[in-house]
């Protein structure tokens, strides 16, 4: 079936630091999403990238999608203790199934 | 408002006990499911419905039963609670498969 990993599975930077989570899908995908979940919260949206090449920004956030569209990666540029939580990328699996990857979960040191 | 919602939040019960969960979604999408997220917080998918039709079922225990009275619901039955089913459940929607998915505030599920 269709998996989608991540590395790393733990990063840990001193606030101010980059950091960067990798994905890697098995299959092509239609679409790749990538969602944060704080602490004791839920998943919450923040992005989807549909083109092959594609690359968006979101303030320090910086999302690419691979060419052959099988990987895509995060880059949050000078991180703040406010970026701590578990970055999830997602892909469809045919078209009624949101697959998720394996997490990175990110910890800031201030 | 919240545009999912999913009840209750907390949930201790013992082993062998048959529990619900129940979600509600009031953004109009046709699409639900039901995602496990376990200990290391990895995120499985259960079921997918869309327009009241499981169309995707995972290799789940039948212990474990979605049922949509209508396009707005989506409730996890579970039946002979097993401690393994530990975990954090959340219920999310989508229009389509491809499209952004929305959760609820998930429900911690303690199986003692």
């Known amino acids: 079936g269709q998996q989608v990993m991540q590395i790393p599975q733990y990063q840990h930077v001193q606030e101010g630091e980059d950091f960067t989570t990798y994905c890697n899908s098995s299959?092509?995908?239609?679409?790749i999403q990538w969602y944060k979940q704080r602490p004791g919260g839920h998943p919450v949206f923040l992005i989807q990238l549909v083109k092959s090449g594609e690359v968006k920004k979101q303030k320090r956030l910086t999302f690419q999608f691979g060419e052959a569209k099988k990987n895509s990666s995060l880059h949050i540029t000078a991180t703040q203790t406010t970026d701590v939580g578990t970055y999830f990328c997602?892909?469809?699996?045919?078209?009624?199934?949101?697959?998720f990857g394996t997490g990175t979960r990110l910890q800031v040191f201030p | 408002d919240t545009a999912v919602s999913q009840t209750p939040k907390y949930l201790v019960t013992q082993m062998g006990n048959d529990k619900s969960i129940k979600c509600e979604q009031n953004l109009g999408h046709d699409t639900m499911y039901w995602y496990k997220q376990d200990s290391k917080k990895f995120l499985k998918i259960m079921f997918s419905y869309n327009n009241k039709e499981l169309i995707i079922n995972e290799t789940v225990p039948n212990r474990f039963s979605p049922k949509s009275p209508d396009k707005a619901h989506l409730n996890l039955h579970i039946n002979s609670l097993e401690l393994g089913d530990s975990a954090v459940y959340f219920c999310?929607?989508?229009?389509?498969?491809?499209?952004?998915?929305?959760f609820g505030q998930g429900t911690r599920l303690t199986v003692v």
């Open positions: 997602a892909g469809p699996r045919n078209t009624d199934k949101l697959i």
């Open positions: 299959t092509t995908l239609s679409n």
């Open positions: 999310a929607s989508s229009q389509g498969g491809r499209a952004e998915a929305f």
